[in-house]
């Protein structure tokens, strides 16, 4: 095998919601953890989800083989870059016995304040400098959701009508392909993580999950309240260990979004294994 490739055995951690680039492709990042004795985090960048083959589209907490290969323009250590075709699907990690096997896997990872990422991205990304990240807020997030700018929307919504207007590779003509669908919306959680004399943090969340619920609630006139009940209640409700999975930007290393939320539930005869 070549230097700068490997092949990997992960768990998927996160599944972004795709984006549309300049370049008129759409893609998605995933974030996953290896299965090794000393587990690291792993970015798989980019995946061209919705035209990969059915029985090649996985799951989150969905174990996979991939070869990748070491991104030229990437020098975040966690990035890979997934070659087509190498993808194998493996079991799936439950939710039984209060989230233990998943539970076991995130504790190992370790956690991290987010003043602390902000601080070691400050000279920009390379070895040993951490991309992606578990991070404990000091209190249940708040939920802020704005509109997005106008001028952004309709960037977007050229780039999705163009794509439309050009077939895939993997299309099948029996089968519409389904329109990229720009959200005008801008879901971000504000929260303070542990660190001393944290100022707080306010960021993006990218999570496909939260798009669903979005799609899903919508046309209700309390779609917000819908969707804050999610994702600040029902998350972060007592009697959960939430945390959050972050991961930076490769253009801008100190700007953090969430990528999702690990929320499962405390158990209070065992040691908490993310306390």
């Not at 990690?93 to 076991?104: I, P, Q």
């Not at 209190?139 to 439309?164: F, G, M, N």
């Not at 309390?222 to 939430?242: H, I, N, P, T, Y």
């Amino acid at each position: 095998m070549r230097v700068g490739e490997r092949d990997l055995s992960v768990t998927i951690l996160v599944k972004a919601a795709p984006v549309l680039t300049p370049e008129l492709q759409e893609s998605m990042c995933v974030a996953a953890m290896t299965l090794d004795d000393r587990p690291e985090w792993i970015r798989l960048h980019p995946i061209p989800f919705r035209d990969l083959e059915d029985d090649s589209r996985f799951k989150k907490y969905q174990e996979i083989d991939v070869h990748v290969i070491r991104p030229s323009a990437d020098r975040r250590p966690e990035s890979w870059t997934p070659q087509y075709g190498t993808l194998r699907l493996g079991r799936t990690v439950g939710t039984k016995h209060g989230w233990s096997a998943r539970r076991e896997r995130v504790a190992a990872l370790g956690k991290h304040t987010m003043c602390a990422l902000n601080a070691a991205n400050a000279g920009g990304s390379g070895l040993g400098v951490p991309s992606l990240a578990v991070v404990q807020a000091a209190s249940p997030p708040e939920l802020v959701i704005t509109k997005r700018a106008a001028d952004q929307v309709t960037t977007w919504q050229e780039r999705a009508d163009a794509i439309a207007a050009r077939p895939s590779l993997f299309d099948d003509p029996d089968k519409p392909r389904h329109a990229f669908e720009v959200v005008p919306w801008r879901f971000q959680y504000r929260y303070r993580c542990l660190a001393n004399g944290c100022h707080g943090h306010q960021q993006p969340i990218i999570d496909w999950e939260i798009l669903t619920l979005w799609r899903k609630v919508r046309h209700d006139s309390d779609w917000q309240e819908l969707v804050k009940a999610k994702f600040e209640d029902e998350m972060w409700a007592v009697g959960r260990d939430s945390v959050l999975f972050v991961g930076n930007q490769v253009q801008h290393p100190q700007s953090f979004l969430v990528l999702s939320v690990f929320w499962p539930p405390r158990q209070p005869l065992q040691p908490v294994l993310l306390s």
